[in-house]
């Protein structure tokens, strides 16, 4: 088993930053990648990022690229999701998930069905 908590979540202006994090406990060895998904009030829930850990690849949703970064600590097994130049349309529940499984290719790093674990989410909350 593995359990994700994540951190960091709050309410910012328009334009501005936020740093969420994510730490996956205990059968860490077996986790092959982490991710970034978000749910909007009344909208489905959509990635935003994703990091493997074999190859350290990263994939971003069209919507955060230039202005989101994943990055991770592979040893403790903690990603970050770094949010600049935020918009009021980035307003939701930021959930961090984890798979064991390595995929072929990026596009199943993006399908919320190929994570197993999944944390609780932080709320980002940005203003006008």
């Known amino acids: 088993q593995v359990q994700v908590v994540e951190s960091g979540g709050g309410s910012v202006q328009d334009g501005g930053s936020l740093r969420l994090s994510c730490a996956a406990s205990?059968?860490?060895?077996?986790?092959?990648?982490m991710a970034w998904f978000r749910r909007a009030p009344g909208k489905e829930r959509e990635f935003v990022a994703a990091?493997?850990?074999?190859?350290?690849?990263?994939y971003y949703a069209d919507s955060v690229k230039g202005r989101f970064s994943i990055s991770g600590d592979k040893d403790r097994k903690t990603v970050y999701l770094q949010m600049n130049s935020l918009k009021p349309e980035d307003t939701a529940n930021y959930y961090c998930?984890?798979?064991?499984?390595?995929?072929?290719?990026?596009?199943?790093?993006?399908?919320?069905?190929?994570?197993?674990?999944w944390g609780q989410g932080t709320q980002v909350t940005v203003s006008s």
């Open positions: 990091l493997t850990w074999r190859a350290n690849n990263t």
């Open positions: 205990g059968r860490t060895f077996t986790t092959a990648a």
């Open positions: 998930a984890a798979t064991t499984l390595n995929y072929p290719s990026g596009r199943y790093y993006q399908a919320s069905e190929k994570y197993s674990y």
